[in-house]
C-alpha cells in the first residue's frame, strides 16, 4: 500500500463498516462540500468536497460520472478484463490497486477500503477523481499519455486537495520532502525505472509488482511536481487536452510544455540526483 495513505491510517482509528456494492451518480448527490475533512464520512460527501475543489481552485473539468462501490479484488478483476485489460495487467491491477478512475467512473474495492479510515478514502478518492478528469480532457479515451505523468499528477492532485481539507498535518510541502527524501536514499535512487519504462499501464502495472514498487508513486510525484514547478499547473491540463486530437504523445509533451520529453528527462534526472536522504 502506498506511503502516503499507510500516513493517513495511523492518524485515526479505522473504519469498520463494509458497504455494500452500489453505484453513486454523481449527478444526484445533494451533499454539500465540506471545508474540513474531519467533517467528512461517506461517499457523497467526499466526492461533493473533492470536486468543489479540482473544479473551482485547480480548473479541472466538472467531475460526472458514477461511483461504483465493489465488493472485492475480483469484482475489480472483472471490471479490468471486461475493459479489454490482458490477464495478466488485470490481476496485477487488482492485486495493487484499491480503486481505479476512468472515463466518468471511479472503481472502488470495498474489501480494501473497509480497512481505511476517511481521510484515506479521501486521499484515495481525490487521487481517482483527478483520473476521471483526465479522461474528459483527452476527449472521454484512455490516451497514450505518459502513465508516470497520469499518476503523479494524480497524485499532485491529491496533495492539493489533501493540504486544502486539512488532512491530519500534510501539506503539499511535507508531501514533497517526504516523497523526495524517501526515493533519495541509499538504495534506493538506484532501482528507480527510468521514465521511459514507465510509459503506459502495462509497464506501470509490471514495476507495480516488482521490488521497485514502493518507489513508483514517490518517484511519478517527485516528477511530476519537478514538471509542473519548472512550467504550470495549466500547461499539465493541457497536456492531457491534447491528446483528444492527437495520441502523438511526444508531440503533444512538446506543445503542452515548450521543451522536448527526452530535455526534461535529462533535467529530472540531475534534479534527482540533487535530492538529500
Known sequence: MRLLVLLAIVSASCAARVDPPRAI?????????????????????????????????????????TVHLL???DAMYAVLS???????T???????MLAIGAHRAVYVNQASFARL????RLMLLSHEAAHVAQYELSGGKRSTSDQWLREGFADWVQAYVTEKMQIGTMTRDSI???????????????????????ANFPEWVAVANSPATKLLYPYAFIATD????????????????????SDD?????????????????????????????
Open 25 to 65: 451518480d454523481l449527478a444526484q448527490i445533494q451533499a454539500r462540500p465540506e471545508p474540513r475533512a474531519e467533517f467528512v464520512n461517506d461517499y457523497e460527501g467526499a466526492m461533493a468536497s473533492i470536486a468543489a475543489i479540482t473544479e473551482k481552485e485547480l480548473g479541472l473539468p466538472k467531475l460526472q460520472g
Open 71 to 73: 465488493a472485492d479484488r
Open 82 to 88: 471486461e475493459s479489454g485489460a490482458d490477464a495478466a
Open 90 to 96: 488485470a490481476k496485477g491491477a487488482a492485486d495493487t
Open 117 to 120: 479510515n476517511w481521510n484515506a
Open 176 to 198: 514533497r520532502s517526504r516523497n523526495a527524501r524517501f526515493i533519495s536514499q541509499t538504495g534506493m535512487r538506484e532501482q528507480l525505472p527510468p521514465l521511459a519504462k514507465l
Open 226 to 245: 519537478f514538471l509542473i514547478s519548472r512550467h504550470s499547473m495549466g500547461e499539465a491540463v493541457e497536456y492531457f487536452r491534447l491528446f483528444a486530437k
Open 249 to 277: 504523445r511526444l508531440a503533444n509533451f512538446r506543445q503542452a510544455f515548450g521543451e522536448e520529453w527526452s530535455a526534461f528527462d535529462a533535467a529530472l534526472r540531475q534534479h534527482i540526483a540533487q535530492l538529500k536522504p
